[in-house]
């Protein structure tokens, strides 16, 4: 069935270097994705999404791509921190829900060195 | 930023108890919220989606009659956990969008429910 997936399910950067997590997606009719970090014992927190009509979009220290022609989303951190450290959920939602939904990828634990 | 708020953190109960866990959005009006379920160290898992006024939506496989869903008000959507058992134990999230389709979900801080 479609789906939404992660290439690594663990990362571990050094804290200033930039992160970048993946994720591929199979449902053809996505147009719309969403970032979200996810700290141990909490709800998932917005970090940043983006539209079919885009393939990149930045906000505060975060970038992300989207390549529709290859299914595939990014999120890059710029000068990672050790309050980055969680796991980091892509989700995305097709257009032809009328509610909506989100489909979450399987996370991608990203661990900040120190 | 929008704000929703689950309601308990954590619950401990015996088996066959009813749980009730509440989910309000605090700064907004949310016309749909979302329950999840969340297995540890998996990703969450859509229960059913909640419209303000009407019955929910519920994923196949998820029971209607063990997980009431009601959302009485714009604010506030509640799921009911019927006769608990141990395999319902899990980590339960709800989340909230504000009107219209390209409003991002905003989440709670979720549910660890225990069943003893």
């Known amino acids: 069935g479609e789906s939404v997936g992660l290439h690594l399910p663990t990362l571990s950067v050094q804290e200033g270097d930039n992160s970048i997590i993946n994720c591929a997606y199979s449902n053809s009719a996505s147009d719309y994705f969403i970032w979200y970090k996810q700290e141990s014992g909490k709800g998932p927190q917005f970090i940043i999404d983006i539209r079919s009509n885009m393939d990149k979009r930045q906000g505060q220290r975060v970038t992300v791509l989207l390549n529709k022609t290859v299914k595939h989303l990014s999120l890059q951190i710029a000068a990672t921190q050790p309050g980055d450290s969680a796991v980091y959920f892509c989700a995305e939602s097709p257009m032809d829900t009328g509610r909506r939904a989100l489909t979450f990828g399987s996370g991608t634990r990203l661990q900040v060195q120190p | 930023g929008a704000v929703v708020s689950q309601h308990p953190s954590r619950v401990i109960c015996k088996s066959g108890t009813s749980v009730k866990i509440e989910c309000r959005s605090l700064?907004?009006?949310?016309?749909?919220m979302f329950w999840y379920r969340q297995f540890p160290k998996q990703s969450l898992m859509l229960m059913a989606t909640?419209?303000?006024?009407?019955?929910?939506?519920?994923e196949q496989g998820v029971e209607k009659d063990k997980f009431l869903i009601n959302h009485a008000s714009l604010t506030l959507s509640t799921l009911t956990v019927t006769s608990a058992h141990p395999e319902d134990s899990s980590f339960y999230i709800c989340?909230?969008?504000?009107?219209?389709?390209?409003?991002?979900?905003?989440f709670g801080d979720g549910t660890r429910l225990s069943i003893l």
């Open positions: 909640s419209n303000e006024g009407s019955k929910a939506t519920y």
């Open positions: 700064d907004f009006q949310a016309t749909t």
């Open positions: 989340s909230a969008r504000a009107q219209g389709f390209t409003q991002p979900q905003h």
